[in-house]
């Protein structure tokens, strides 16, 4: 009997450790893939097809957007960037769990395009701690910071209505800990045990 | 910030284990509580109210499900047994984490009557094995066996629809560690996490 694999959306605001989360949440953890994105920027030197990226033209990119295949997509620098369906739904299928790190506009269109995906939301334990914690960046000029909290706002209004779960990011290691209790717990769910499902019910129908 | 507690509903055809396991369940995750349950019964020679049950007359029990206090009730040899709400809301309300052992129709009714209620429903690891386990009893009479299979084979075609995570008690181990993660990931549900998520959304608005 197998199970189908759990396909597992990770946003939260810039600054909420997202990053270092996932890293941690994939060292403790086996099991877990992250699916090839696909995008239109030339490959650097040593970047393999397939492997660091599934590099496309944009006539190509455009197409699979058009055909459904680009589960969400987004463009930085002139560039296409997105997750291809078939390369998720492949991994599903054999029961290999998909972690997508991505933020909260392409995780409404992977839910509307996989509706079985679980969506994780990271918050900071506090806004003042975001503040904090985009502040020790040092990365951050006045304006850039002042937008990027804006952000944060109006995301934390959208995020309860859309998302399934959500985690403190209060330390990594805990924050990690939960989204692999998240994703333990899923396996058991309905999207998950379908096929096991149907398997015990024909074989009631047969002894019945 | 403080969490809901999480309301997990657990069923199963008879013979599955589903007593065996919630007993490991119970000892291998603490801050898991059985709410107390309401009956018309007589208590039994050191049975204290409020602590093995609630003792309640048949009135006071009728009152009780016509206000809908009774999240779920049965009748059994001519009594009244029950899941009162209110024990039940004050535990989700103070953080802790409340199991019920019902059947599907009472299932049913709670979900009906909470909507945060979780629904895990146990499977055997095939039909022949839930056979061979109801035969193992030695309790059953041929009669009784084919009753408690056809039960089984309806409730398995009316789960699915139902419940929200499935588990194969393949080992009474691996299905109590299972509830464990499952029970675990839910304490980061939406409903669980409502009031941080309401704390954190003010603590917005005032910054903004």
Redesign the interface.
């Known amino acids: ?1 197998s199970r189908r694999g759990v396909l597992l959306v990770i946003s939260g605001p810039s600054g909420v450790g997202k990053g270092t989360t996932i890293k941690r949440l994939f060292e403790i953890e086996d099991n877990l893939y992250f699916s090839v994105s696909a995008t239109t920027r030339k490959p650097r030197e040593g970047e393999i097809d397939g492997v660091h990226y599934s590099f496309k033209t944009k006539e190509q990119f455009e197409h699979d957007i058009e055909t459904g295949e680009m589960l969400e997509h987004a463009v930085f620098s002139g560039n296409y960037y997105g997750t291809p369906k078939s390369a998720v739904e492949e991994k599903l299928l054999n029961g290999k769990d998909v972690i997508l790190d991505i933020e909260i506009q392409g995780a409404k269109n992977v839910k509307r395009m996989l509706p079985e995906a679980v969506l ?1 939301y990271i ?6 701690e975001l503040k904090k914690r985009l502040i020790g960046r040092n990365t951050e000029d006045e304006e850039s910071l002042a937008k990027r ?2 952000t ?2 109006s995301e ?2 959208e ?2 209505d859309m ?6 990011n209060d330390t990594v290691e805990n924050a990690a800990v ?1 989204i692999k ?10 999207a998950a ?1 379908q096929e ?2 149907k398997q ?2 024909e ?2 129908e047969n ?2």
Chains 1, 2 share one sequence.
């Not at 918050?123 to 003042?128: A, G, K």
């Not at 998302?163 to 403190?168: E, G, K, Q, R």
């Not at 209790?181 to 309905?190: A, H, L, P, V």
């Open positions: 009997m994780v918050l900071p334990p506090s806004i003042e909290l804006h944060a706002y934390l209004h995020a309860p998302y399934d779960y959500f985690i403190v939960k209790d998240i994703i333990e717990g899923e396996r058991c769910s309905k045990m096991v499902l015990i019910l074989e009631a002894l019945a």
